[in-house]
């Protein structure tokens, strides 16, 4: 099987899942137990603190709930604007007095997209009781749908018992949170604005009261202060429980980065304190990714063909992307290094994926990305004819010493 290597030009390559964190000489300092900062569209991690560290979730959990309900609304079984009834056991008045609330009860009735906006902007507890009982029909058999999502998403360090983070026993890796946010941000872009982005939510509204409740309107504003104070930022959540301290899952896009933030575990003497550290924190982790980091497109290479023997089909262009994104250390264009090893024959029959070349880079001598070249369709063996044609010509380049 004849191959060619050849050497790419400077910028170029295919992205396969491969995370490497980038070692700058200056990094910030923060006081939160973990952290990972992540590139949302390559999955380049651009700083990492403890990223594989169990921790409590707290309300970080209920983006997993919102992605459960956002699948369910692509696939046809809930919508968005469906009437819902809030079950008895989410009523607000039947959960723990600490809890975080949307204010559910009795004599209410609102859409699902209220629901949605109660998880993402008070982060209610009760909204997330609700969610569990209408699409799974209760708490537990929802928290089993949530762990196969998330090894579905090929994230082990995500493990759940129930959907709204009030239970100590939730655990996450800011690594694979932040992994998952990338999926959650690709499936469902929507989400920033329509949720995440909110500033502030009424409930319950006039529209949301049956005949005879007379419930006032309240209005809560987002946790996440970096809505209000950081550019561009467009979610996602914030979490706290005694055990966890603070935690925040935040992503914000400038240009054609974006970036994702997972901090868990800030501590302070006060409340006030804590959350303090936690914006600091990230705001220095934010502005690092913008600072020193670029992520680019950029083209690939077309393959060339590959000769096909004893087939009726004779050549075939391998699989590969025509452009891809990259994220790299700002000024560190020029020494990127790529190269394709591709087969250039090959004897049928070939199977759909069967693979035909390796693409590889690297920034100085670390290796950033590597993918391969792929048969995109099966190719059978050929008739007899084919075959004794294709025979004779391998024979004779063979004899005069040509590739095959």
């Known amino acids: 099987m004849h191959k060619i290597i050849r050497k790419l030009p400077a910028v170029f390559f295919f992205a396969l899942y491969i995370f490497p964190a980038f070692a700058l000489e200056t990094k910030p300092e923060v006081t939160a137990l973990a952290a990972v900062l992540m590139d949302a569209k390559t999955g380049t991690v651009l700083y990492q603190k403890n990223p594989s560290l169990p921790h409590p979730p707290a309300s970080l959990t209920k983006v997993m709930t919102i992605h459960i309900l956002l699948e369910k609304i692509a696939s046809g079984e809930l919508s968005l604007n469906q009437e819902i009834r809030p079950p008895r056991e989410s009523w607000a008045v039947n959960l723990p007095r600490d809890s975080s609330l ?67 026993h939730n655990r996450i890796t800011a690594l694979d949170f932040a992994r998952f946010l990338t999926i959650y941000i690709d499936r469902h872009p929507e989400a920033l604005a329509m949720l995440h982005s909110i500033r502030e939510f009424t409930y319950p509204r006039t529209e949301n009261l049956l005949e005879g409740n007379g419930s006032n309107p309240i209005t809560q504003t987002n946790r996440n202060a970096l809505l209000f104070s950081y550019p561009d930022t467009d979610g996602i959540k914030t979490g706290y429980l005694d055990e966890s301290g603070y935690n925040i899952a935040l992503t914000a896009q400038r240009g054609d980065t974006r970036l994702i933030l997972v901090l868990l575990g800030e501590k302070g003497s006060t409340p006030q304190a804590g959350i303090r550290a936690r914006d600091r924190d990230s705001t220095r982790l934010l502005d690092f990714g913008f600072d020193n980091f670029t992520t680019q497109k950029v083209s690939c290479p077309a393959p060339q063909a590959v000769r096909v023997w004893k087939s009726g089909q004779k050549e075939i262009i391998p699989a590969s992307p025509s452009e891809i994104l990259v994220t790299i250390p700002k000024g560190t264009e020029n020494r990127l290094k790529g190269e394709i090893s591709q087969t250039l024959y090959i004897t049928a029959p070939v199977k759909k994926g ?34 004794f044609t294709d025979s004779i010509i391998i024979f004779f380049r063979e004899l005069f010493g040509y590739p095959v």
């Open 354 to 387: 069967d693979i035909l070349g390796t693409l590889r880079v690297s920034l100085d001598e670390k290796t950033l990305y590597e993918g391969k070249l792929t048969c995109a369709e099966e190719i059978p063996r050929g008739s007899w004819w084919d075959i």
């Open 102 to 168: 949307m204010f559910l009860g009795p004599d209410q009735r609102l859409t699902l997209l209220d629901l949605l906006k109660g998880l993402a902007v008070p982060s209610g507890n009760d909204a997330a009781i609700a969610a569990a009982i209408l699409s799974s029909g209760s708490v537990s058999a929802f928290a089993g749908l949530m762990n196969e999502e998330a090894r579905k998403a090929d994230c082990d360090g995500l493990f759940f018992v129930e959907p709204s983070g009030y239970d100590a």
